[in-house]
């Protein structure tokens, strides 16, 4: 049943007063008595008769429906006047309403579903990116790049649409980084995109970034080890006589070879979880005699099948005969391999893969200390090119360690080539092949010398390499404290190095501090044979965007370790 509508009165349908338009194009419906018609202004401009898309006139309710479409909105309030207009054009009643058009987007957030999720593999949260104008209303949609630390970031169904309408090299990336290096884009729908995060089968944290043009947000999602019955796997042989096949085999004296390899993963005492794995004969990650880092063994690959969703990840991954881990809440103690967390520092960076003693002590909000001990039998190097070439690099070492490399691709100010605008962590098998044998780097795709805005572009690759220096130890340190009621957190942290070539130490002190209106303050001092500081501020008022960075660049030459140099 229709409501009557009294001569001279207007009844505006849709869209409600003070609501969000969320297509690109304003529909406006609206009710007036029989024989009546409407006349429409927006932001003070008459809109033509020519917009009205639909007529619907009741003679049984005495009411004429009219819907206007394709009215272009500005960002931000837009002012609707409704009149209605006698079958004479005499005015009567008028409808004053305000909606909201979508902006560009001027602030970026990532909320995850869960804050923990198990390292089974398996385990999974749900992510949610949201983009907002300045008026807090979800902004004009556009891709956006998420990356993870660890774990697996898995499209799910709603953005399938999204996805492909990228274009072909993206959809690929998106695709394939997902599997691989936890990197993928996707379209925003409405202002927001989900996607899944699927845990690793390391414990850990998962620092999660999204990146739209300028604006970048960061989060974080806890994996916890995996809460399970104890399982123990494990093999020990003995063989005993003169004609031993594998000692002939290896050259080797003796009539006596053993062999004992093992895995172990259970609960301890207090809600405690050790996992062990040792192998007598070889390191754990050694395959056809080189080892590797952080990457599957390529001997135990299986052949898929199709729609086979089953994941496949080493829980003790070690370039030594043992692995060690035991894990107590968020706190942990390990021998294996393992990165620093340092790699986010701006100026006292550490971004080294090591194989050694780790220990991670943190409590429920978010202090924590690391420490890390290691003797490895590799060196640190950090190759920079600039982009450009014919796709094919030599690096300045040979023998690299597999998985240990990191590619970048930078983008500097060619006003200020000390400041990094941007920079992207490309994917090996998508962006890039590398020979570890001659260190020679294939790239996939070309890279051009300057991006649309004549920015420099370089290329920053950092590598393990064989070294003859065995008496090579690195020790870190990292601290950070949270200030909740000053909105303030606060890190130390330390790298010492020593080798037959001297030793050198870095030192840092960094912190972030919340500002009004959604702004923050980071600032960062760093020391080693030099100094350098930095301070960065970014607000997200409602007006303006205001970002102001102070930087130096005096120990760029004094430390291969700094991530911005």
């Known amino acids: 049943m229709i409501d009557p509508v009294v001569a001279g009165e207007v009844r505006v349908l849709s869209p409600v007063a003070n609501s969000i338009v969320m297509s690109p194009a304003m529909q406006i ?10 006349q429409l202004e927006v932001n003070n401009e008459r809109i033509s008769d020519k917009n009205i898309g639909q007529s619907r006139l009741d003679q049984r309710n005495s009411v004429s429906t009219f819907t206007f479409v394709g009215i272009n909105l500005r960002p931000g309030p837009n002012h609707l006047r409704i009149t209605a207009l006698s079958p004479e054009g005499v005015p009567g009643r008028t409808q004053v309403m305000t909606v909201l058009g979508r902006g ?8 995850s579903e869960k804050t923990e999720i198990q390292a089974d593999g398996r385990d999974s949260s749900i992510l949610r990116l949201r983009a907002f104008d300045q008026w807090g209303s979800p902004a004009i949609d556009g891709q956006v790049a998420l990356s993870a630390s660890a774990g697996r970031l898995v499209a799910i169904e709603d953005n399938a649409s999204a996805t492909d309408s990228l274009p072909q090299r993206d959809r690929i990336r998106a695709e394939q980084g997902s599997r691989d ?9 409405g202002g927001e995109a989900s996607l899944k995060l699927v845990a690793s089968g390391a414990p850990g944290a998962a620092r999660l970034r999204a990146q739209m043009g300028d604006l970048d947000a960061r989060g974080e999602v ?3 080890p995996e809460s399970r019955p104890a399982i123990l796997v494990g093999l020990a042989e003995v063989t ?15 009539s006596v070879r053993s062999r004992l390899s093992f895995f172990y993963h259970g609960n301890l005492w207090k809600r405690s979880i050790l996992t062990v794995a040792y192998d007598s004969q070889r390191p754990i990650n050694r395959t056809a005699g080189r080892d590797r880092l952080f990457q599957l063994d390529p001997l135990d690959r299986v052949y898929p099948l199709f729609g086979d969703s089953s994941t496949r990840y080493e829980t003790a991954e070690s370039n030594s005969k043992l692995y060690a881990r035991i894990d107590h809440g968020r706190s942990y103690a390990m021998f294996g391999d393992f990165t620093a967390d340092m790699d986010d520092l701006a100026l006292a960076g550490y971004v080294r893969k090591l194989t050694g003693v780790k220990v991670h002590a943190e409590n429920s909000q978010g202090d924590f200390v690391t420490v890390t001990g290691a003797r490895p039998d590799t060196a640190f190097a950090r190759d920079v090119f600039p982009a450009g070439s014919l796709g094919l690099l030599r690096l300045s070492h040979g023998e690299i360690l597999p998985g240990s490399e990191t590619v970048i691709l930078e983008v500097r100010d060619r006003r200020n080539p000390e400041i990094i605008l941007s920079s992207e962590q490309l994917i090996r098998g998508i962006d890039y092949n590398l020979n570890s044998t001659t260190g020679e780097v294939f790239f996939l795709r070309y890279i051009s010398t300057f991006d649309y805005a004549l920015n420099l572009v370089q290329l920053v690759v950092t590598y ?16 950070v404290k949270n200030f909740e009621s000053l909105g303030l957190r606060m890190g130390v942290s330390a790298v010492v190095q020593k080798s037959d070539l001297g030793s050198f130490v870095l030192g840092g002190l960094d912190g972030t501090k919340t500002l009004p209106r959604n702004g923050e303050l980071r600032f960062a001092y760093a020391r080693s044979q030099g100094e350098s500081w930095a301070a960065e501020i970014s607000s997200t008022a409602r007006v303006q965007n205001t970002t102001a960075m102070l930087t130096a660049s005096s120990l760029c030459s004094l430390s291969p370790f700094t991530k911005r140099c």
């Open 29 to 38: 419906e609206a009710r007036v008595m029989l024989n009546w018609s409407i």
């Open 104 to 111: 560009p987007a001027r602030r970026l957030e990532i909320v």
């Open 181 to 189: 290096e936890s990197d993928m884009l996707v379209m925003l729908q």
């Open 222 to 224: 806890r994996i916890t």
């Open 240 to 254: 005993i006589g003169k004609s031993v096949p594998e000692i002939n085999l290896r050259g080797e004296e003796g």
């Open 464 to 479: 393990e390499h064989r070294s003859d220096d065995l008496s090579t130890a690195v020790y870190t340190g990292r601290a």
